[in-house]
């Protein structure tokens, strides 16, 4: 939710405090204030000038000679190339020595041999997003309303000069999203009244119940409709105090009707819809479930097909328009339009929900009326719009209001104890406290029977028990002052159990080898749920999620990890290494509930070592990434029983991906990314890990033994042994500690070559050993004799033999 500040002031006193300081007390009474957006910041030097004159340069098909007045002693020549300036326009001048955004100088010029002394600017120039600029100004320069002053502040008139709170608001907080809710909210912290808009005009003397009347078919669906009629309306540009409003919350303008309706919408909370009567094609509207396949064109110029799920507004056979979601093109209000039938109702948030997601449009009404809007707003939205239809559009509002009404909701009474809020919230507060934080907040309080009787309007949807109202006192009265305590508890030392020890284990490794961890969202789309999961999983689908993208408990922590890698890598980090435990959501049979299992994973880009002056740089790899794991094993002191099998996966590269085994049971995988998916993420060669850490955990490790520092030397031996491509390193590394037994304590592969001098399907492998006896110096005859063994396993086993 954007909330202008300026805007807000018009209903709440703010007695001249900083935008910085009520985003700080509005966050600290629960509700987070995520940012604060000055609109005009660096931008000076913009004036309202008049263009005098205008005529085509003489050098130039695309150029205009403008003489403007700027408010000085003389006019200005000023060079344009918009297509509509013209004689006659009041227009945002940049003028010498003015700064626009990206601190964009504005000097004297000559443009094709003609001096230019300033810049007439359009909206995008002062900094408004394209998408936001009203359409008849998006390819030039943007003309005030004849009224505005020559020479006085642009950004002004502009409401440029305003800063925008952006409220982070949580899903139950649905009466923040309209700027009255949000006054009642200041209100409350600041101790201050609301001032509600007044709504009065004077009703022509025909009667809405003779243009049309309202039927509704599904009560649950839609408990309330309401109809009003407006005549004779003029269609054109809203006053431009509303344009900028709208476009300083992210609505673009588009003319008085339809903008005075969003203007509702962003004051009250309500949404409407203006239908263009005589384009509607009857004299009732009947609300209705859709029939299966019906179709509709939405305002989008979209055809929709529709199913029985959706609820439609109709004129009795034709739908006009997907209740709650979006209107109709063939109804919607045009430049010829003359009367309107407003349209103000209660749909429920669960079909709306449905019809929103099944067609794929979200618009600022439906997510509204999914998370839930205040009933007693609807008439008073319903008429606040019509006097402003009548004032800004010319029209004449028919008495009355035609409407269907089975809506019963009624405020919550709650009764609260003084002595469990103590006891919640570990201070004592009294009741008069309390019952001053409720009329703060707007609701009635009464006293009786030592308990307080509160009332909560409609507005307040989320309070509903007790609880809630504990709520209320704790973050109206301040979390700061409320006191840190300590559970006074006897006998328990505290610790960490054998699974936190272990976990700590995990994260301070992968920290130490240089990874950052991450946490991401449990919750991702249906596409990405399943991706890179380590074992098969039915999907745990919620029932009503925040929104598409977070509807699905996930099944590995690797998509949502590798977007946290993509987005650093967007914002010029050229590489990046993350890792993140988490849990994640399984169950074998669908109508079961989810098992939660804690896995960690890892991604790894770009460069591993960077070339400092005095070495070189190294790109991650694929051994990069398995000498992590095999770190994070040997940590765990899970050692004994490990293999890395090669094996293929979907979104891994299939030739550099393993499957990690312990005793032949799977914990993990290991590999690069399939080049599809590096091509879709936008990302560079990447590599990734996950294991099941709840399966590790769970395995016998025995007890860590020390060694004394051997005395005597060991003896190592290289050899190289040609085989077929087909057999891994890992399997004739198998062999070799076999065949070695006590004496051989290390091997390692340090080369492999397939190149012009080895035989057609074969591969040399070179490994080193060491040979160790900590009880004596060893002799050439043991270690030949050992050695000759592996020799002799490995040639039995593969036909492995020394290379020539």
């Given at each position: ?36 957006e ?133 899903p ?93 919408l ?74 309107i039938l ?13 019809a929103?997601?099944?067609?794929g ?14 009933p ?90 007790e609880?809630?109202l504990?709520?209320?006192v ?21 610790g ?13 490794f ?67 290494a ?82 990690i ?18 091509k ?5 060669e ?8 709840h399966?590790l955990?769970a ?15 060991s ?5 190289a ?18 065949a ?47 050695h000759d ?16």
């Open positions: 939710m954007f909330v202008s500040y300026k805007w807000l002031e018009e209903y709440v006193n703010l007695d001249g405090m900083t935008p910085e300081i009520l985003a700080e007390k509005i966050t600290r009474s629960g509700i987070e204030v995520e940012g604060v000055y609109k005009g910041e660096g931008i000076k030097g913009v004036v309202i000038g008049h263009v005098l004159e205008r005529e085509q340069h003489p050098n130039a098909d695309k150029l205009n000679k403008c003489l403007v007045d700027i408010g000085a002693e003389e006019p200005v020549q000023i060079i344009c190339g918009a297509p509509n300036v013209d004689k006659g326009q009041k227009v945002a001048v940049a003028t010498v020595g003015a700064v626009l955004p990206g601190n964009f100088k504005i000097k004297r010029a000559k443009l094709r041999g003609e001096e230019s002394n300033g810049m007439i600017c359009s909206l995008q120039e002062l900094g408004i997003q394209g998408k936001l600029v009203p359409k008849e100004y998006a390819e030039g320069i943007f003309v005030f309303p004849g009224d505005a002053e020559t020479g006085t502040d642009a950004l002004k008139r502009l409401a440029l000069d305003d800063a925008v709170l952006e409220l982070g608001l949580t139950n907080r649905a009466d923040a999203m309209n700027m009255l809710g949000v006054a009642y909210e200041v209100a409350a912290i600041l101790g201050r009244d609301v001032k509600i808009p007044e709504t009065s005009y004077q009703p022509g003397t025909e009667k809405a119940e003779e243009y049309i009347a309202v039927q509704i078919e599904d009560r649950e669906a839609n408990p309330m409709y309401a109809a009003k009629i407006v005549k004779d309306v003029n269609i054109g540009p809203s006053p431009l105090w509303m344009q900028t409003k709208l476009i300083n919350a992210g609505i673009r303008p588009h003319n008085n009707v339809v903008d005075i309706t969003n203007f509702v962003l004051e009250y909370g309500q949404p409407l819809h203006a239908f263009d009567y005589d384009r509607f094609g009857s004299k009732e509207v009947v609300v209705r479930k859709a029939k299966e396949n019906e179709t509709i064109v939405t305002l989008d110029e979209q055809e929709r097909t529709l199913s029985a799920d959706h609820l439609v507004i109709t004129n009795g056979s034709i739908p006009q328009a997907v209740a709650g979601v979006m209107g109709g093109a063939d109804s919607e209000v045009r430049e010829d339009t003359k009367t407003l349209e103000a109702a209660y749909f429920s948030g669960n079909t709306v929900r449905k929103s997601k099944d067609l449009l979200r618009s600022e009404s439906s997510i509204r009326f999914e998370k839930g809007i205040d007693e707003r609807v008439r008073l939205a319903a008429e606040r719009a019509a006097d402003l239809i009548s004032r800004y559009a010319g029209g004449t509002v028919l008495e009355g209001t035609v409407e269907e009404n089975h809506l019963d909701i009624k405020p919550k009474v709650i009764s609260l104890s003084a002595d469990k809020v103590t006891k919640v919230l570990g201070v004592s507060i009294s009741k008069e406290e309390m019952a001053d934080i409720f009329k703060r907040l707007g609701f009635s309080v009464e006293e009786a029977g030592g308990k307080l009787i509160v009332t909560v309007p409609t507005r307040r949807g989320d309070i509903t028990i609880e809630d504990i709520e209320e704790a973050r109206l009265y301040g979390y700061d002052n409320i006191p840190s305590t300590l559970p006074e508890v006897t006998g328990f030392t505290g960490l159990t054998p699974y936190q020890e272990k976990r700590r284990k995990v994260r301070r992968l920290e130490g080898a240089g990874l950052s961890q991450a946490i991401t969202y449990s919750l991702t789309n249906d596409k990405k749920a399943t991706a890179f999961a380590l074992e098969k999983s039915f999907k745990t689908i919620l029932s009503l999620p925040m929104s598409e993208e977070r509807s699905v408990l996930r099944h590995s922590l690797l998509p949502n990890l590798l977007d946290s890698v993509a987005y650093n890598l967007a914002r010029q980090t050229d590489s990046a993350f890792y993140e435990i988490g849990s994640v959501f399984l169950k074998v049979e669908e109508q079961t509930k989810p098992v939660e299992k804690e896995h960690v994973a890892g991604a790894v880009t770009g460069l591993w070592h960077k070339n400092l002056w005095q070495g070189e740089k190294k790109p991650v790899d694929f051994f990069v990434a398995k000498g992590i794991v095999e770190g994070l094993l040997e940590k765990l002191g899970v050692q004994e029983g490990i293999e890395f099998v090669q094996s293929e996966r979907k979104e891994l590269h299939p030739g550099r991906t393993a499957n085994l312990h005793n032949g049971s799977l914990i993990g995988f290991i590999g690069q990314l399939h080049p599809s998916v590096e879709e993420l936008d990302l560079k990447a590599y990734v890990f996950e294991l099941d850490l399966a955990f395995l016998d490790v025995p007890a860590i033994a020390y060694k004394a520092i051997p005395k005597y030397p003896v190592t031996r290289d050899i042994l040609v085989v077929n491509k087909d057999i891994a390193s890992g399997q004739l590394e198998d062999v070799i500690k076999k070695g037994g006590k004496l051989l304590k290390e091997v390692h592969v340090f080369d492999v070559y397939e190149g012009e001098h080895m035989e057609e399907g074969k591969k040399s492998v070179a490994f080193s050993l060491q040979y160790l006896n900590p009880e004596q110096t060893l002799t050439e005859e043991e270690v030949t004799k050992v063994k592996v020799l002799k396993a490995l040639e039995e086993t593969y036909q492995a033999v020394l290379r020539g």
